[in-house]
């Protein structure tokens, strides 16, 4: 199976049984991932030579504004989609299998998890796996800390409030936080910060 089948199959479909193809391909992308990441993490880069391993991992190319601060970890790699002038700040997790997708100008603060695999819950079968697709919007904040979980939209112009669980979709110019994470404020064209 190559990447684009892959790609196509985790997009498409949610059930991935524990002795198919797919996951086998998922251990094949993850040594792939990790071989990367440990170069990413373990040596100082210049941010243009950060973008260019990152674009490497993700199998396409980043924008020139993209920017990384390692350590990242990801399971897999190929299923990140990024926008332009995205911040990704250190020891953020991306289990992407089930896909990432992230639009512009978003900012994802310190240890930040996504997650987009679930186990299946019949304890015969634990071992195959229900993937949803994590999309997040443009002009997002995702707050340190946050985990993100599968199937989760995250509309644009939303804030997630650090140490945020988020379950459910989020709604266009809303903050949200806690565990699980509910609406706490909308924003609108005037709204100031509280100091």
């Given at each position: 199976?190559?990447n684009k089948t892959f790609?196509e199959?985790?997009?498409n479909n949610?059930y991935?049984?524990?002795?198919?193809?797919v996951?086998?391909?998922?251990y094949?992308?993850s040594?792939n991932?990790?071989?990367?990441t440990m170069?990413?993490?373990n040596?100082?880069?210049?941010?243009?030579?950060?973008?260019k391993?990152?674009s490497?991992l993700i199998?396409?190319?980043?924008?020139?504004?993209f920017r990384?601060?390692?350590?990242f970890?990801?399971?897999?790699?190929v299923?990140?989609?990024?926008g332009?002038?995205?911040?990704?700040n250190a020891c953020?997790k991306?289990?992407?299998?089930?896909?990432?997708?992230?639009?512009d100008?978003?900012?994802?603060g310190?240890?930040?998890t996504?997650a987009?695999?679930n186990?299946?819950f019949n304890?015969?079968?634990?071992?195959?796996?229900i993937?949803k697709?994590?999309?997040?919007?443009?002009?997002?904040?995702?707050g340190s800390?946050?985990?993100?979980l599968?199937g989760?939209?995250?509309?644009?112009?939303?804030?997630?409030g650090?140490?945020s669980?988020v379950?459910?979709?989020v709604?266009?110019n809303?903050?949200v936080?806690g565990?699980?994470?509910?609406?706490?404020?909308?924003?609108?064209?005037?709204?100031?910060r509280?100091?």
């Open positions: 199976m190559d790609i199959y985790m997009n949610e991935i049984d524990e002795n198919s193809k996951l086998t391909k998922f094949e992308l040594e991932a990790r071989k990367i170069k990413l993490n040596k100082y880069y210049t941010p243009d030579k950060i973008r391993l990152f490497k199998n396409k190319k980043v924008d020139k504004n990384l601060f390692p350590p970890y990801t399971d897999c790699g299923n990140i989609s990024i332009k002038k995205v911040f990704i953020c991306f289990q992407d299998q089930g896909g990432i997708e992230i639009g100008n978003v900012l994802i310190h240890n930040v996504i987009t695999l186990h299946d304890p015969s079968k634990r071992n195959s796996m993937a697709k994590v999309k997040i919007g443009s002009n997002v904040w995702i800390n946050s985990i993100i599968p989760v939209v995250i509309a644009d112009g939303a804030i997630i650090a140490g669980v379950t459910k979709n709604l266009e809303t903050i936080a565990n699980p994470a509910k609406i706490i404020k909308y924003i609108n064209s005037d709204f100031k509280s100091v």
